[in-house]
């Protein structure tokens, strides 16, 4: 939809609604600051990765923080070593979280346990929300050891919520469901715009496929303009509100 | 000029990154990184000896660093104010004690230039009407 029509209100409405259901929700706000440089990041030299401990850490927290009820009733499926921690099998979710708020260099695996674990849960469904998911479509600011821009799938944080959104990887009971936003104009990316067909794409210029790949099996939802009585009932909220004087 | 930003690439340094967050093994390969280039004391001299070179052979650069106007081409009927400020200052700091030296260059032994008159050299119309 265009800008102002209601994206990220509306995905709020739909986390809302899911976190009264009850479903343990995965919210990121802003998917740009995923992607903007402010974190540090270091190169895994094995898998050639990016990781972002700090982030992982941060994010690790706030999810924490919105489905401690529900976490604990999930326990795990198996033994898991993170470094020099070790977490027994049958050990609720929230220990594998306390490692990685504790010990940032674990957080990443952590993070990657938690999710394939809360996958796998039947007892909750899960809802990935992300805003501007265009942010993960583009071109990130962090740069390579040779100074070039990095690609999303090459940070592991990134990739793994790209994942997600191409269907490689899946929740057992569970949606995932990203708005785009059209505020930051850096961030608006142009293979996911041709694979939802908001653009029509040039047969003269070259697009990134990997980009594209992670773009495939999305279904798109336009949000219409305001209608009359919708604004109306805007209005009337603002006006019983006093913010707009009458 | 993007030295930083590689040097801050080659080390996975982010870019709001505060000095207190790097570690020690950072804080060493950036240290280890800056005494291979040539930075500082050593970068200047280079800079005023391309400078002096180009005076001492002789070159039409030679000659817009000594008068203090534009090297690169630019115009001179108006706005060449950088140029007058920053130009041949290494030239005039050394003086001429390496003309003594230099090989069939124009010898310029005073600060006129030969061919302009004198009145346009000392630029008296800028001094009586600055802007």
Same mark, same amino acid.
């Given at each position: ?14 986390i809302n609604?899911?976190l ?5 929700v ?9 992607v ?7 190169? !895994? ?21 919105? !489905?401690?009820?529900?976490?604990q ?7 898991y ?8 099998n !049958?050990?609720p979710v ?7 708020i504790?010990?940032t260099?674990?957080a ?12 796998? !849960?039947?007892n909750?469904?899960?809802l ?6 265009n ?14 821009y ?6 592991s ?7 997600y ?54 279904q ?8 009359q009585?919708e604004?109306?009932?805007v ?12 | 000029?993007k ?8 080390f ?8 207190h967050e ?5 804080i060493q390969?950036?240290?280890l ?10 970068l ?6 391309n ?19 534009p090297?690169r ?12 400020k920053?130009?041949g ?8 004690s ?16 030969i061919?302009?008159?004198f ?9 009586l009407?600055?802007?």
């Open positions: 939809g265009g800008m102002g029509v209601g994206k990220s209100a509306l995905l709020l409405q739909t609604y899911s009264c259901k009850p479903w343990i995965i919210y990121i706000p802003d998917a740009i600051k995923f903007n440089s402010s974190y540090p990041y270091i190169k !895994n030299k094995i898998t050639n990765e990016f990781i972002q401990p700090t982030l992982s850490a941060e994010f690790l927290k706030q999810i924490k923080a919105v !489905n401690a009820k529900l976490l009733d999930i326990t795990l499926t198996r033994d070593k993170l470094n020099k921690h070790i977490v027994k !049958n050990s929230i220990e594998l979280m306390n490692i990685g504790k010990d260099s674990c990443p695996q952590a993070f990657e346990i938690f999710l394939d674990e809360i996958g796998k !849960n039947v909750y469904p899960v990935l929300a992300v805003d501007v998911i942010a993960f479509y583009t071109a990130t600011d962090y740069t390579d050891v040779d100074d070039t990095l690609e999303p799938d090459r940070l944080l990134s990739r793994t919520i790209l994942d959104f191409s269907g490689k990887r899946d929740f057992t009971y569970g949606a995932v469901i990203g708005a785009l936003s059209q505020c930051h104009k850096p961030y608006i990316s142009k293979p996911l715009n041709i694979a939802l067909g908001l653009v029509m794409p040039s047969p003269w210029k070259h697009y990134p496929q990997n980009l594209l790949n992670y773009a495939v099996g999305l798109r939802f336009d949000v219409p303009n305001y209608s009585t604004a109306k009932g209005l009337d909220y603002y006006c019983d509100g006093s913010s707009i004087l009458q | 000029h030295t930083a930003q590689r040097i801050c690439s080659k996975s340094i982010h870019k709001t990154c505060r000095l790097l570690s020690e093994l950072q390969q950036i240290s990184e800056l005494s291979n280039m040539k930075i500082e004391t050593d200047k001299r280079e800079v005023i000896n400078i002096m070179h180009h005076r001492s052979i002789g070159t039409y650069k030679g000659k817009r660093h000594v008068m203090g106007y090297v081409g630019q115009r001179t009927k108006t706005n060449a104010r950088t140029a007058r920053l130009n200052r290494w030239i005039k700091k050394e003086g001429f390496t003309l003594a030296n230099s090989s069939n260059g124009v010898q310029l032994s005073n600060p006129t230039f061919s302009l008159p009145f346009a050299q000392s630029r008296l119309f800028e001094r009407f600055p802007r």
